[in-house]
Structures are given as structure tokens and as C-alpha cells.
């Protein structure tokens, strides 16, 4: 059996399409198949058309979560409750074409792969999310400790074993592309454009974009650490010999009273251990997460089609 995941927050304009068009996507090339909406706390009207849906239609499955947890998490929720053997994900907003999913799907059973993602060739529409989720891609690329990463979201599609293997990860702090690209296995990509959202604006803020950015670093590249002990290392070789310089200076007698060369260095050293402390912090910020162990959501009610016990 094949499922397919999908993370619903505030959506209510464009369920109806979406629905539609995934059904009739797989119908196209599975028989057997389930659709798991998780519901992340939606306010609008997004859950009871899911569960109109879900009442007409016994393969759409919906899993609502006590509140919202956020994408990461709605998607980590719903790979928990699929029951297929192969797994899809994709975002509820149709910038992922659901057709997609055959070819991924034959590559699977096919050509033996294990997890197939899609790899963005391009993107329509102009848009300054682009530009950013541009620059953290090449930025990611080049520093992460994971290969084959490049410019990869959450659409994708796995076999149960690498399902099991992602769940595995327990961690708190996640970033799901790279996650899957850690857990090994034989990875393949299917190229897609990634289309704009078919309605609305995206439920996924600039700031909450900033944070998935921020913790797919921390969590798959040590560059941040490393760059401040460099900082580090550097400032003090530097102020090794500027300490030489000075006190030769003071020996010699030709020392001149010089606040602004004072201030310049206390600018510039003040700044660097800010930012230092701010990386530090990051990391502190994260180990706290992941010791406090808090559950990544909770469900409300799981209306998988079963009748009650
Ligand atoms: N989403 C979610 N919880 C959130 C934010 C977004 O479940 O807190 C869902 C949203 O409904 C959509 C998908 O995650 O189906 C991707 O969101 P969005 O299109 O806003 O993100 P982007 O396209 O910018 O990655
Ligand atoms: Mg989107």
C-alpha cells in the first residue's frame, strides 16, 4: 500500500482542488493507497472539509493535532501514522504536482530505490522567499555534513524501512530533508519545477523560515562553532603580536594616546564575542530542546475510517 502525507495548516481555500487533483494523480497508478491529511491545528474552516472528505472517501485519513506544531512536525506526525509500505509526502499547497508521485513511485519499484526526492530545477513566479531559500540552498550545499542535498524539500517519497530508519531519529530539532538524506539507503531524485501555491499566502512565515533555515545548519554543519573558535584563534594570534607592539611601544617611549585605535578594538573585539555568545546560545538553545524531551505534538483525534471500538 501506498500513503501519502500531507500537512494542512489554515487551507481551506484550496482543499477541495487539492483533493481532487491528488485522488485522481494516484489513481492513475496505484490501487491501493491511502491519504494521510494531518491537520496542524488549523483555525479555519480547514478540518471539517477534511473530515467531509474523509466521510465520502475511505481512503483519505485524517490526523488532527491538538494544536500547531508546525510543518516539521505535522510531517514527522503523519510518517509516524502511515500504515504503507511506500510513504510520499508533499506540502498541501499543490507547489508540488502530485503526478510526480507515479514516476517516483516506479522508480521505486522498478529501479530498486529506496527514497526518491525531488529536486527543484526551477521555480515559477517571482518571489523574494525564492531569493532566500536560494541563498540558504547554497549555503546548506556547501556546508552541510550530508551529500546530495542540494535544493531537496520535503516532497519525496520512501520505503518503509527508510521510513522506519527516519523515525528513528528522535531528535527534537528537525529538518527533514536532511534527516532523509542521512538515514543512507539507495537515494534517487525525480526533477520538478516547483509551481506557485494554487490560493492563498503561505502559512509557512518569513520568521518561521528563518528557523527552519537556522536549524537545518546547526543541526547538520559544525561551521557555526568552528567559525568562532577560528575567531577566535585569529583575534588572539592578532592581539599577540599587537601586545608585543605595545609594549615595545611603552619601552621605547614613542606610546602615543590613542582612544580611537582603544575604542576600534574594543568595537571590534565586544562584537565579535556578541556574536560569539549568539552561536553559543544557539547551540545551548537547542541542547535544551532536545533535554527537555517534549513529545514534537499531539494528537487530538486520529479519523483513520475504522469504526469505533
Ligand atoms: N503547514 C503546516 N503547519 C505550519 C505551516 C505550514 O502544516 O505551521 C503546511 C501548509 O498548510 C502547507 C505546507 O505545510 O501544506 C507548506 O507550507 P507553506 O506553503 O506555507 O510553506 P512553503 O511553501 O513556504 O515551504
Ligand atoms: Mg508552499
Known amino acids: 500500500m501506498l500513503s501519502i502525507v500531507i500537512p494542512i495548516y489554515n487551507e481551506e481555500g484550496l482543499i477541495d482542488d487539492l483533493v481532487r487533483r491528488i485522488v485522481s494523480a494516484l489513481e492513475a497508478f496505484v490501487s491501493d493507497f491511502e491519504i494521510l491529511f494531518v491537520d496542524d491545528g488549523s483555525e479555519d474552516g480547514s478540518l471539517r472539509q477534511l473530515l467531509d472528505w474523509q466521510k465520502k472517501y475511505s481512503r483519505i485519513k485524517v490526523l488532527s493535532l491538538s494544536k500547531n506544531f508546525g510543518h516539521q512536525a505535522a510531517f ?11 510513504v510520499g509526502m508533499m506540502d498541501g499547497d499543490l ?10 513511485y516506479r522508480k521505486i519499484e522498478e529501479e530498486n530505490f529506496d527514497i526518491i526526492s525531488g529536486k527543484r530545477s526551477g ?12 541563498l540558504f540552498h547554497l549555503l546548506f550545499k556547501n556546508i552541510a555534513a550530508v ?8 516532497f519525496s517519497m520512501m520505503r518503509r524501512e527508510a521510513v522506519d530508519a527516519l523515525l528513528r531519529m528522535k531528535e527534537k530539532v528537525r529538518y527533514l ?37 537556522a536549524d537545518a545548519i546547526f543541526s547538520f ?40 585605535s582603544t575604542l576600534l578594538s574594543i568595537y571590534f573585539l565586544g562584537s565579535i564575542q556578541l556574536v560569539s555568545l549568539g552561536v553559543v546560545g544557539e547551540y545551548v538553545y537547542r541542547i ?13 483525534k486520529f479519523y483513520d475510517g475504522n469504526p469505533p471500538k
Open 123 to 134: 521555480r515559477k513566479g517571482k518571489n523574494s522567499r525564492h531569493f532566500y531559500t536560494f
Open 177 to 213: 530533508p536532511g534527516l532523509r538524506a542521512f538515514v543512507g539507503f539507495k537515494q534517487g531524485f525525480v526533477d520538478y519545477i516547483r509551481e506557485e501555491r494554487i490560493e492563498g499566502d503561505p502559512k509557512m512565515s518569513l520568521s518561521k523560515l528563518f528557523i527552519l533555515a
Open 221 to 260: 554543519s559544525r561551521l557555526p562553532i568552528r567559525m568562532t573558535l577560528t575567531l577566535g584563534l585569529i583575534g588572539t594570534i592578532v592581539f599577540m603580536f599587537a601586545g608585543i607592539y605595545v609594549l615595545v611601544a611603552k619601552i621605547f617611549g614613542f606610546a602615543i594616546i590613542g582612544w580611537s
Open 147 to 154: 551529500q546530495n542535498m542540494e535544493n531537496t524539500g520535503n
Open 288 to 300: 535544551y530542546k532536545e533535554s527537555q524531551n517534549r513529545p514534537l505534538y499531539f494528537v487530538k
Open 95 to 104: 507547489q508540488d504536482p502530485p503526478e510526480l508521485f507515479k514516476e517516483m
Open 76 to 86: 514527522t506526525a503523519g510518517l509516524e501514522y502511515a500504515s504503507g509500505d511506500i
